[in-house]
T-cell receptor, first 114, second 111 residues
């Protein structure tokens, strides 16, 4: 099965700085990579995603990059704000037995210091 | 369009009691899943379903049962609650190659 590793587990940045979270995956057949943000006490919610036919995707201050050769993808948040403080999860989606399965990373707790 | 509706939000059980967590989605998604979230351990898959009448075990299935009689509903049953099942539970649904939509979560405490 797929294995997704996520680093770092915790990250503290000053407000206005950039934050980068990295994930690696093991199954080269993985073709869809979503990122989720989970605020304290809330449900995880999709913030951005990328498919394997694209190398980079951007949405305002958030961007995701994908390197299929190295099997890693990263979340980049620029000009961080206190409301970016949350736990971020990466995930990799792949086909297994005719079904599409999803494996989540273990999460990164981001703290933005005002 | 309510998305994924999960109930209850909070529950306290005594060891040995049983209960059912309810999950319903109105997006006509084929895939539904149950996860538990424990501190420092991310989201661990309990059971999942790829369509009505089809379920399978995830990473941590012991002590839990599921059924999928309709596309919309995917209840999770705790057969005999144990303190180790104290956790936050999330139901999620998604289409074949789409993102997951999560329910609001259930904070379960077993005493």
């Amino acid at each position: 099965g797929e294995n997704v590793e996520q680093h770092p587990s915790t990250l503290s940045v000053q407000e206005g700085d950039s934050a980068v979270i990295k994930c690696t995956y093991s199954d080269s057949a993985s073709n869809y990579f979503p990122w989720y943000k989970q605020e304290l006490g809330k449900r995880p919610q999709l913030i951005i995603d990328i498919r394997s036919n694209v190398g980079e995707k951007k949405d305002q201050r958030i961007a995701v990059t994908l390197n299929k050769t190295a099997k890693h993808f990263s979340l980049h948040i620029t000009e961080t704000q206190p409301e970016d403080s949350a736990v971020y999860f990466c995930a990799a989606s792949y086909s297994s037995g005719g079904y599409q399965k999803v494996t989540f990373g273990t999460g990164t707790k981001l703290q933005v210091i005002p | 369009n309510a998305g994924v509706t999960q109930t209850p939000k909070f529950q306290v059980l005594k060891t040995g009691q049983s209960m059912t967590l309810q999950c319903a989605q109105d997006m006509n998604h084929e895939y539904m899943s149950w996860y538990r979230q424990d501190p420092g351990m991310g989201l661990r898959l309990i059971h999942y379903s790829v369509g009505a009448g089809i379920t399978d075990q995830g990473e941590v299935p012991n002590g839990y049962n599921v059924s999928r009689s309709t596309t919309e509903d995917f209840p999770l049953r705790l057969l005999s609650a144990a303190p180790s099942q104290t956790s936050v539970y999330f139901c999620a649904s998604r289409s074949f190659q789409g993102p997951a939509f999560f329910g609001q979560g259930t904070r379960l405490t077993v005493v």
